[in-house]
Every structure is written in structure tokens, then in C-alpha cells.
């Protein structure tokens, strides 16, 4: 597509369920980033691919959290047991080439835990 | 890690004015960009800098990567020009500064 595309573009879920929120990179990037941010806070990484492998997993917060990339293009980032502390807006990012190259963001995904 | 300082971190400016932002990093630049955060909170790409100084209307942005900082310039601002302004350093992930806020006055 022209740009990163990121569904769904809201999410209100209760305490304790399952979250999938997805990602489709601009097309043939290779590279792609998954971020969250807080209020007042500037992004904050969690995990980013190159293909389908995750080259750096260092930023996601604990084990409730894993994403994946099965086919090189669209990723899903998933949260199990959601808590409250997990609201935030998610953000996706795709570049073209390993680690050169400009980096550009989808819209997000705001994700609300009651 | 890198840490990436940005500063100031507020700016409220009357529409028309020039205004410079600054990111200074700890370690070396690498493909730094330049984004703008809409009030709609999504990342608009403003310049994709390693090095030099690149021009786009009434933006500029200079980087100084042997001495670890970044310039951002925006002149006779309009109030679209509001919201939050980031940098960031990418070697393989982008690490970013806390942000601008900067407000225009109409």
C-alpha cells in the first residue's frame, strides 16, 4: 500500500483479555518497528523485524507481550492478559532497508484496558 | 543506549515567528529523522538528515553528526505548525527524545 496501515485504529478491551492489533507495512520494506507511546511520553520501541525473524526483541515489556511477522510483510502484535497499565497508542514503522534508510509511521493504534 | 535530549521542551510562539529546536545525542548520529506529531497523534516525517542541511518551504533542519546535534528551524510559523516535534538516532531501532511541544498563537 502507499503507506503503513495499522488495524484497528481503536481498541477498548477489559482487564485480563486477549489483544491483537496488526500492522502492514509500506510495501517491500523490509524493515518494521512496533512502538508505544504514552501520554506526554515520546515512542517508546518494543520490537523491531528484519523479514521475518525479530532482530531486537529488548523492548517488550514482559511476556504478555510477543509479536509476529510470519511472512516478511504484515505483522500482529499480541498481548495476552491485558492490564490496565498497558493503554497506550501502538505505533508501527517500516523502513526499506536494514537499519539505513527512512523510517515512516502508521496512524496507530490507540489501545484503551478498562 | 543512546540518550537523545531535546530541548526546549515547550515553546508557545506568536504566529509569524521563527523558532530553532534542538536534539542533542550522547553517542554517534545515525539516520536521524525529524518527525511531527499531529494533534491526531500520528508521526509525520519532516527530514530524513544523517548529515548536512536539507530545506522543505518554510522548514530546515542542519545536522552536526561529528559533534552529536541536530537543528530543526521553523520560520514564520503558522498555528498548523503546532503540536509535538521529535528526533531520533536509528542504528537498528530509532531511539527517541521526549519531544517539543510547541504552540502557535493565532
Known amino acids: 500500500g502507499a503507506g503503513v496501515s495499522q488495524t484497528p485504529s481503536n481498541k477498548v478491551t477489559e482487564k485480563g483479555k486477549y489483544v491483537e492489533l496488526r500492522c502492514d507495512p509500506i510495501?517491500?520494506?523490509?524493515?518494521l518497528y512496533w512502538y508505544r507511546q504514552s501520554l506526554g511520553q515520546g515512542p517508546e520501541f518494543l520490537i523491531y523485524?528484519?523479514?521475518?525473524?525479530?532482530?531486537?526483541d529488548s523492548g517488550l515489556p514482559n511476556d504478555r507481550f510477543f509479536a509476529v511477522r510470519p511472512e516478511g510483510s504484515v505483522s500482529t502484535l499480541k498481548i495476552q492478559r491485558t492490564e490496565r497499565g498497558d493503554s497506550a497508542v501502538y505505533l508501527c514503522?517500516?523502513?526499506?532497508?536494514?537499519?539505513?534508510?527512512?523510517?515512516?509511521f502508521g496512524e496507530g493504534s490507540r489501545l484503551t484496558v478498562l | 543506549g543512546i540518550q537523545v535530549e531535546q530541548s526546549p521542551p515547550d515553546l508557545i510562539l506568536q504566529e509569524g515567528a521563527n523558532s530553532t529546536l534542538r536534539c542533542n545525542f550522547s553517542?554517534?548520529?545515525?539516520?536521524l529523522q525529524w518527525f511531527h506529531q499531529n494533534p491526531w497523534g500520528q508521526l509525520i516525517n519532516l527530514f530524513y538528515?544523517?548529515?548536512g542541511t536539507k530545506q522543505n518551504g518554510r522548514l530546515s533542519a542542519t545536522t552536526v553528526a561529528t559533534e552529536r546535534y541536530s537543528l530543526l528551524y521553523i520560520s514564520s510559523s503558522q498555528t498548523t505548525d503546532s503540536g509535538v516535534y521529535f528526533c531520533?538516532?536509528?542504528?537498528?531501532?530509532?531511539?527517541f527524545g521526549k519531544g517539543t511541544r510547541l504552540h502557535i498563537l493565532p
Open positions: 514503522a517500516s523502513a526499506g532497508t536494514g537499519n539505513t534508510g527512512e523510517l515512516f
Open positions: 510495501s517491500g520494506h523490509t524493515a
Open positions: 523485524f528484519q523479514g521475518t525473524g525479530a532482530a531486537d
Open positions: 553517542d554517534s548520529v545515525n539516520n
Open positions: 538528515i544523517p548529515s
Open positions: 531520533g538516532s536509528r542504528d537498528d531501532k530509532i531511539i
